[in-house]
C-alpha cells in the first residue's frame, strides 16, 4: 500500500501536508464563523433587513449554505492544483 | 462490456433523455386529468407503477456478478452523477416531507436542520471524502479494521454501521408505507411491501452499481417535484417565480399577521377558553379515579333522560369515547392538556431566534446533525465510486450543491405555506374553508376545534401536522393533482433511495467485512455475492417486519442514530488520517467512551431526567463527539506508537497518488 511514498522526497510531502492544513484551516474558520457565529449573533443580525428577509434569518436559510457549497469547491480546486504542485497526483489511467 | 462503455460515455444524454421523458409523462398525465376525467386515484396508481417500474428496469439493467461493479460500482462513477446520487441517498422522506413543515412550526430555530445537514458536507469535504477514497476499500469498517489493526476495530464499525443505518432504515420504510397508503389507498403493511420490492429487484442484482444509477434517476424525480409547487406558488402570490428570492416579502406578511393575530379580541377569547379547558383537564386529572367516575355517571343519567333517539345516539357515542379507565384517561388527558396549553399562549414571533429553542441549544444541535452528517457510513461509502481522489473532492461539492437546491427551498415552502394559512385561512367561515383542509383532514394531518363557536376558524383553533406543509402545498397554490401525484412520487424516491443506499450498507457490512474478511476469508467471489443478495433480502423483511408495528419512537431514534454516528465514527475516521500517532487502543478507547458516554446522556435525559447544561437529548452527541477525540488522543499518546509500516499507511492515505492502483478485483 505504502509503494507509492517510494522515491517521493520527504521534505515535499511536508509542504504538501502543511499546505493542506492551512487550507483546511481557512475553510474551518469560515466554516465556523458563517454557522455558529451567525447563529449567536442572529438577533443582532435580524436588524439588518434586505428584500423582506431579516440578515439572521437569511444566513441560516441560505447564505451560509451558499458558502458551503462555493468553499468545498474552491477547496478541491486548490487541493487539486496543489497534488500536481507538490508531484503528488495520481496517475492517469 | 461496450454497453457498458457505452453508458458511461452518454451519461449526460441518458439522464437528460429520462429527464424530458418524465416531464412529458407528467404532462400526458395532466391532460390525462384534464380532458379525459382521470381520477386522482388512477394518476396515483400509474404513477407508482411507472416509477418503481423504472426504478426495478434501471435495477435489472445494471445487475453485475463482479465484487468491483457489486460494492463501489467499479469506482467508475463520474463526480457529477456520484453527487446527484448522494444527494438522494441523503435526502430521505424526512427531508423531503418534514422539513420545510419543521421550518413552518419551529420558525428561525427550525433552520438548525437546514445547517446541519448540509454544513457537515464541509467536514466531509475536508477530514474524510478524499482520503478514504484514497484508502479505496469496499467499506467503512474496512477502513477502521486496517488502520487500527484488526478485527477489533472493525467489529465496533460493524456494530456501529448497523445500529446507525437500521434505526434510519425503518423510518424509511415506515415512509413508503405512509406514502403508498396514502395516495394509493393500500392497507399500510401491503404498500411497505410493494416498495420494499421494488427496491430489491434494484439492489439485490446490481449492487452499488445499481443502486447508484437508480439514486441518480430518484433524484431527477425527487428534485423535479419539489421544486414545481413553490415555483407556482410564488409566482401566483408575489409575481416572482423565483421562491427562494421572493419569500422575503411572504416573510414580512408573516410577521405583520402574527401581530395582528395576537392582538385581535376574538383570538384572545380562544386563548381564553383553552386556558380553562386545561385547567379544567387539570382538575380532572388530579381527581382521578373519581373525576372519570362522575364524568361516566353524568353521561348515563343523561342517556337515561335523552328525549330522542339522536340525542341518545351522541350521548352514548360520548360515552364510549371516554377513556377506559384510570390510567388511560392519564395519558390521554394530559395530552390534551398540553395541547390545550399550548394554544392558550401568544405564539412567539416566527422569525425571532430562539424562541422555542435557546441559543445554546441551538447551536448544540446544530454542531450534532454536521458531525453526525460526516460520519453516516451510508453516505461516507459512496466517496469509494469514484474513480479518482480528484473526483472525490469534486464530488462532495456536487452532493452539496445538489442537496442545497432541496434545502434552500425548503424555508421558503415553509415561509409560503405559514404566509397562506395566516393570511387567507385564518377568519373564513368555517363553511367556507378550502377543500385540501377537508382532504388532509381525513388523514389526520389538518385539524380544528370551534371552541368559542362562532362559526369562524381562528388560529388558535387549527392544528396543523408539519408534514401536510409540503403534501396539501400543490393544492394550496391551486395546481391539478397530477401535481399532487408528482409530490408524492417525489416522496417515495426520496424514501426509496435513501432505503436503498441503507439496506447495501448493512448487508455489506455483514457480508464484506464480518462474513468475509472475519470468518471465511477464502470464499469465492460467487459465494460471496450469494451471501451479500440473500442477506439484503433478509434485512429488508426484517425492517419491512418491525415497521408494520409503527413504532411511534422512531423519529427519536433517527436522531439518535446521527448522534452515535457522530460520537462513535467520526472521531476514529478523523483521527485515523489526521493522526499518525494515533493506535488501536486509543481508538478501541475513544469509540467505546464516545459511543457510551452518547448513550448514557440519550437514555438519561430522555428517561430519567439527567441534565447537564441544559442540553436537549436530541442534542446528546455534544458530549460523546468531544470525549471520543480526546480519549483517542489521551489513551494513544499513553501507549506505543503504530508501527513504521503503520504510519507510512497514514503518509500514503495522505496524497492521492497510487489511487488508481489500489484497486483489485
Sequence with gaps: M???????????????????????????????????????????????????????????????????????????????????????????? | MAMKGGFLDNLGKIYGIYTVGFIVFVILL????????????????????VTIGLYAMIGILSRTAKVSEYYVAGRSVPAFFNGMATGSDWMSAASFIGMAGTIFTLGYDGLAYIMGWTGGYVLLAVFLGPYLRKFGQYTIPDFLGARYGGNAARSIGIIAAITASFTYLIAQVTGVGIIMSRFLNLDFSVGVFVGLGGILVCSMLGGMKAVTWTQVAQYIILIVAYLIPPTVMSFKTTGNPI????????????????????????????????KQKAADLDADIKGLPGSLDAKKADLNAKIAAAATPADKEKLEKALKGLPADAEDAKTKWTAAKGAAAGKSKPMKPYLEPFARLDAKNMLALTFCLMVGTAGLPHILMRYYTVPSVKDARMSVGWSLFFIFLLYFTAPAVAAFGRSEVLSNIVGLPIAQLPAWMANWGKVGLVSFTDINADGILQWYELTIAPDAIVLAMPEIAGLPYVISGLVAAGGLAAALSTADGLLLTISNALSHDLYYKMIDQHASITKRLAISRTLLVVTALISAWVATYKITIIVELVAWAFSIAAASFFPALVMGIWDKRANKAGALAGMYVGFLSCVIYMVGSRFYGLDIWGIKTISSGLFGIPLGFIVNFAVSRMTAPPSQEMQDFVESVRIPKGASAGVQE
Design chain 1, 2 to 93: 505504502a509503494k507509492e511514498l517510494a522515491g517521493l522526497d520527504k521534505e515535499k510531502l511536508k509542504a504538501y501536508w502543511s499546505y493542506n492544513v492551512r487550507l483546511t484551516t481557512i475553510v474551518m474558520v469560515i466554516w465556523f464563523v458563517v454557522t455558529y457565529v451567525a447563529i449567536f449573533f442572529a438577533p443582532q443580525l435580524d436588524k439588518i433587513v434586505i428584500a423582506g428577509f431579516p440578515f439572521g434569518y437569511y444566513m441560516g436559510a441560505q447564505g451560509s449554505l451558499i458558502i458551503f457549497v462555493i468553499l468545498i469547491f474552491w477547496y478541491a480546486i486548490k487541493m487539486n492544483a496543489a497534488d500536481k504542485e507538490y508531484g503528488v497526483e495520481e496517475e492517469e489511467e
Design chain 2, 30 to 49: 395532466g391532460l390525462g386529468e384534464a380532458f379525459f376525467g382521470m381520477t386522482p386515484k388512477s394518476i396515483g396508481y400509474v404513477y407508482m407503477a
Design chain 2, 243 to 274: 421562491s427562494e428570492i421572493a419569500y422575503g416579502q411572504a416573510l414580512q406578511k408573516i410577521d405583520a399577521r402574527e401581530k395582528a393575530i395576537n392582538a385581535d379580541a376574538k383570538e384572545i377569547e380562544v386563548m381564553g377558553l383553552w
